[in-house]
């Protein structure tokens, strides 16, 4: 699951980037009649569901009159107006990495044409939001796209291009992916500024989870906005980063010599220069020569995901356990049975709040149709325990996965699976 945006928390953004205040004057602004309470819009930002069907149309009045200043005397003339349409510009850049800037307003021009696509898109926004309590962004952006692109072709506009993925894309993001936005912010943030970066973390602690969702909000991104033409994810595989990419491109059974097709994937990766964007998942050896190489060669925007230490040009960002209410919510998304909160705590403590784990556990805890509590004796009564006090040394990392492996094997013993069924890193 992407990061979770209220319903409200954006409405109040959207009133006060693009009018100044949640507090309406509409007959002192000379709006024209019928007016409202100049309190209703933030009545409503004070409930779960703010958007209902009359406060869309009153929302969507309000905007008509903010970009239709005409001769009308009041707060809002046209330079109002044109900041106004810029603000919901950014906001749809912002929270839906949809581009509109193609009806930009300015001071000097006519910008009756562009301000009417804006209240369309509004008006998609705020059909979509209304009676919801969190903000449905994808869906939003999906009918952002299409509105754009019905505009596009009926006007003859040139479409958006959108980044290309050169390999083929990785395995689809879980479900239930949540409790990593300030990361993710950030590595988009540190990424659109035209910084590399390289997520560091122990196995299964969500790092490639992370990496896919950000392939996801770039490719939704038009090229123009951040500079974004193509992208190429390799999962590291045998150690070995030559092969690895060139296995992501397709190379190995085109080009005999390893070293002419890795020379071959080099200099495609190369004509996209800044302009692409290579994550590399999983790099299990710092020391790759092939890999640092490039990374010192290569004009592109990398982004490694590594329990290693390394890549010290990189900007490093550090992958933390999830939250203990994280790892509750991610516990019942895969445990349907009685909910014990207090056993809940004592089973995550046992986990060390490591993610994978805990989706495995919730997953045998349902499949075995078993209570908490009784999971709980069970995990204590097999000796389960992945925190572990006396690991201090300076390859902790190391030895916390060894500790995991460990105790994995203990539970599958006790409920009768293979360690071939755990989940991958």
Not at 71 to 82: I, S, T
Not at 127 to 154: C, F, Q, R, V, W
Not at 214 to 223: E, H, P, Y
Not at 346 to 371: C, F, G, N, W, Y
């Amino acid at each position: 699951m992407a990061d979770i945006i209220t319903t409200s928390a954006f409405l109040r953004t959207l009133l006060m980037k693009c009018i100044g205040t949640v507090m309406i004057e509409w007959e002192q602004w000379d709006f024209p009649q019928p007016s409202f309470d100049r309190g209703y819009f933030n009545d409503r930002l004070k409930r779960p569901v703010p958007v209902n069907t009359l406060t869309r149309q009153r929302l969507k009045r309000l905007f008509e009159n903010v970009f239709s200043p005409d001769n009308r005397k009041g707060k809002f003339q046209e330079p109002q107006a044109v900041e106004a349409a810029n603000a919901f510009i950014s906001l749809a850049e912002k929270y839906f990495h949809i581009n509109l800037s193609v009806w930009e307003n300015n001071y000097t021009t006519d910008n009756s044409t562009s301000r009417s696509h804006l209240l369309s898109c509004l008006d998609v926004v705020l059909g979509t939001i209304e009676g919801t309590e969190l903000l449905p962004s994808e869906k939003i952006a999906d009918s952002l796209n299409n509105y754009m692109t019905e505009i596009h072709s009926a006007e003859n506009m040139p479409a958006p291009t959108y980044p290309k993925l050169l390999t083929p894309a990785p395995c689809q993001q879980a479900s239930n992916f949540f409790g990593r936005q300030n990361t993710t912010s950030f590595l988009m943030e540190q990424l659109l500024s035209g910084h590399s970066c390289y997520l560091h973390g122990i196995g299964g602690i969500g790092k490639t989870e992370i990496a896919k969702s950000v392939l996801k909000q770039i490719l939704s991104m038009t090229s123009s906005s951040y500079g974004f033409t193509h992208i190429v994810w390799v999962n590291y595989t045998d150690g070995d980063f030559a092969l690895s990419l060139v296995r992501a491109l397709n190379l190995d059974g085109t080009i005999n010599n390893m070293e002419q097709a890795f020379q071959k994937a080099v200099s495609i990766i190369n004509q996209y220069h800044e302009n692409l964007l290579l994550i590399i998942d999983n790099v299990e050896n710092a020391d790759d020569e092939h890999l640092l190489g490039l990374c010192g060669y290569l004009n592109c925007r990398f982004l490694i995901t590594s329990r290693c230490e390394g890549f010290p040009s990189f900007t490093k960002i550090p992958v933390p356990a999830l939250s203990e209410n994280d790892c509750m919510t991610l516990f019942y998304s895969y445990y349907f049975g009685q909910k014990d909160d207090i056993m809940l705590k004592k089973i995550i403590q046992l986990a060390d709040r490591h993610t994978v784990t805990i989706e495995l556990l919730a997953k045998i805890a349902d499949s075995e149709e078993v209570l908490l509590y009784e999971f709980y004796d069970s995990l204590v009564q097999c000796g389960f325990h992945i925190s572990a006090e006396e690991v201090t040394t300076a390859h902790e990392k190391m030895h916390s996965e060894g500790r995991i492996i460990e105790q994995l094997k203990k539970l599958f013993a006790v409920y009768g699976c293979s360690p071939e069924c755990r989940p991958a890193n």
